[in-house]
């Protein structure tokens, strides 16, 4: 288990921005795959997005592709979740996830998640 800390939640208007971050206070994210998820209210988790430590590849959901941007800072060992025109339906608890090695997706450590809203 890796302990995750999620912040920079909070409400925001429509058409405006928000950025994430995720970091783990004690284990360097190296040789892992960083996710994010979300989950609206009534309804199930999914998939946001992710970046691969080592190699800094991203991977989206296809819906929020060009809205939403996944980045790393290693300094820091944070990864970060840039939100854009953000639209009423981006509400939601918005959690960070890792997949250790060898990164087959089982994200089996999760965060205690942070809420955005969005207000129209």
């Known amino acids: 288990q890796v302990e995750l800390v999620e912040s920079g939640g909070g409400l925001v208007q429509a058409g405006g921005s928000l950025r994430l971050s995720c970091t783990s206070p004690?284990?360097?994210?190296?040789?892992?795959?960083i996710g994010w998820f979300r989950q609206p209210p009534g309804k199930g988790r999914a998939f946001v997005a992710a970046?691969?430590?080592?190699?800094?590849?991203?991977s989206y959901a296809g819906s929020l592709e060009g809205r939403f941007t996944v980045s790393k800072d290693a300094a820091e060992n944070t990864v970060y979740l840039q939100m854009n025109s953000l639209k009423p339906e981006d509400t939601a608890v918005y959690y960070c996830a890792v997949d250790g090695p060898p990164n087959n997706g089982d994200f089996d450590s999760w965060g205690q998640g942070t809420q955005v809203t969005v207000s129209s």
């Open positions: 970046i691969t430590w080592s190699s800094g590849s991203a």
């Open positions: 004690a284990r360097s994210f190296f040789g892992y795959r």
